[in-house]
């Protein structure tokens, strides 16, 4: 199994310009997220989803998109980045089971953004 | 709403011991330890559910007060493996999603 990938593993873009960060997981995984990671800031939750076709928002989803038409895949669209989107991304699975506080997360490797 | 750790960091000789305490103002359902190395993502270390014991394996475990809505993870007999940062991640109800804390940065010299 390859767990949960991401890429790309870095990305520059202008401010203004449009991105998706892709995440997939092979482990039959019902429940992922997507964090962002800042200096001092801990991971913060952007966006999860507990299922194809059901999302929902985290702590910080201004300027990010998700949907999640399958199992495997969880893309986090940027509709026009900012500086302030400059930051290390990750994608996280776990199994559902109608709990998430139940299972441990697998994260993937991460995607470094630098918005300039 | 973000659990808050204490220390934000701490340095330690391989050997010697520490804890990292986590805290919310919320009343807590469960609540996760990750380990995240320097340039790696995060790893699971272990979960704590209300009611649940102790948890632990080799020389990390960890506690839940549900009256106090804390936690604390204590690393005994350090060594320079354990460097890295630890977070917390809080959920309030069984279905509920889980937040991270700030983390603390744990650095083990020789």
């Known amino acids: 199994n390859a767990g949960v990938t991401q890429t790309p593993k870095f990305q520059v873009l202008k401010t203004g310009q449009s991105m998706t960060l892709q995440c997939a997981q092979d482990?039959?995984?019902?429940?992922m997220s997507w964090y962002r990671q800042d200096p001092g800031m801990g991971l913060r939750l952007i966006h999860y989803?507990?299922?194809?076709?059901?999302?929902d928002q985290g702590e910080v989803p201004n300027g990010y998109n998700v949907s999640r038409s399958t199992t495997e895949d969880f893309p986090l669209r940027l509709l026009s980045a900012a500086p302030s989107q400059t930051s290390v991304y990750f994608c996280?699975?776990?199994?559902?089971?109608?709990?998430?506080?139940?299972?441990?997360?697998?994260f993937g490797p991460g995607t470094r953004l630098t918005v300039l | 709403q973000q659990p808050v750790q204490s220390p934000q960091a701490v340095i330690l000789r391989e050997g010697e011991d520490a804890v990292i305490n986590c805290s919310s103002s919320?009343?807590?359902?469960?609540v996760h330890w990750y380990r995240q190395k320097h340039g790696e993502a995060p790893v699971f270390l272990m979960i704590?559910?209300?009611?649940?014991e102790q948890k632990g394996h080799d020389k990390i475990s960890a506690s839940f007060n549900e009256k106090k809505q804390q936690s604390s993870l204590y690393l005994t007999a350090s060594q320079l493996s354990y460097s890295g940062t630890y977070f917390c991640?809080?959920?309030?109800?069984?279905?509920?999603?889980?937040?991270f804390g700030p983390g603390t940065s744990l650095s083990v010299i020789p």
């Open positions: 996280a699975s776990s199994l559902y089971s109608g709990a998430p506080s139940y299972n441990e997360q697998f």
């Open positions: 482990m039959n995984h019902e429940y």
């Open positions: 989803s507990v299922g194809a076709g059901i999302t």
């Open positions: 919320k009343a807590l359902y469960s």
């Open positions: 704590l559910l209300k009611g649940g």
């Open positions: 991640g809080t959920s309030k109800t069984s279905y509920d999603k889980v937040i």
